[in-house]
C-alpha cells in the first residue's frame, strides 16, 4: 500500500496511504474503517475489481502490487451524527478509468447496509475537479454547510 502514488497536484489534497493508514488509528473511538482497494485479475481478462472482494478492511490480508487506494470513513461523533468519508484515493496508474466510481459506490452500499446513519459526508477542495465529478456521479451534492476553517473546500453530502 505504500507503492499508492497521485499526481502532483492531488497531493496537496491528500494524506500519504501510511497517513490515512494511522488516521484509522486515530479515529478508532469514531469507529473509523480503513477500506484497501484491491484490483483482482482474472485469467484470460483484463483487470477488473471484484464486488464482494475489492474492498478489504485494514486486516484483510492483500497482495501489495494489487493494491490501487485506500479509504477512510468514520462516524462523526457530534451533531449532525452520520458518516464522514475522511480520505479516498486511487493511485494515479489507475485514475479515469472508473475505479473511483465504482469503488466509491460499493462503500456507499455497505454504509447504507449497515443503517447507522442516514448519510455521508466529504469535504473537497473546490479545485480538485476530478474528485469532484467522482462525488457527483456517486450522488453527493453540496451541502451549504461552509467550514470557515476550510474556505477553499466544498462539503458535500450525500443521503441514502
Not at 479516498?88 to 456507499?108: S, W
Not at 455497505?110 to 459526508?121: F, G, N, Q, R, T
Request: glycine letters at 6%; aromatic letters at 8%; proline letters at 3%.
Amino acid at each position: 500500500m505504500a507503492s499508492l502514488i497521485v499526481n502532483d497536484e492531488q497531493k496537496r489534497f491528500l494524506a500519504p496511504p501510511i497517513g490515512i493508514l494511522a488516521r484509522g488509528y486515530v479515529y478508532r473511538d469514531c469507529n473509523a474503517k480503513v477500506y484497501v482497494v484491491v484490483l483482482e485479475e482474472k485469467s484470460g481478462e483484463s483487470d477488473s475489481l471484484e464486488s464482494d472482494n475489492s474492498l478489504g478492511s485494514e486486516n484483510d490480508k492483500v497482495n501489495s502490487d494489487k493494491v490501487i487506494g485506500v479509504a477512510l470513513v468514520r462516524e462523526f461523533t457530534d451533531e449532525p451524527l452520520g458518516y464522514d468519508l475522511q480520505q479516498f484515493m486511487i493511485d494515479k496508474r489507475y485514475q479515469g478509468k472508473g475505479y473511483g466510481t465504482r469503488v466509491l459506490m460499493l462503500i456507499l452500499d455497505e454504509l447504507k447496509k449497515e443503517h447507522h446513519y442516514d448519510h455521508v459526508e466529504v469535504c473537497v477542495d473546490k479545485e480538485d475537479a476530478p474528485a469532484l465529478r467522482v462525488y457527483e456521479k456517486c450522488g453527493f451534492v453540496d451541502s451549504g454547510f461552509i467550514d470557515e476553517d476550510l474556505p477553499d473546500s466544498v462539503n458535500l453530502i450525500c443521503r441514502f
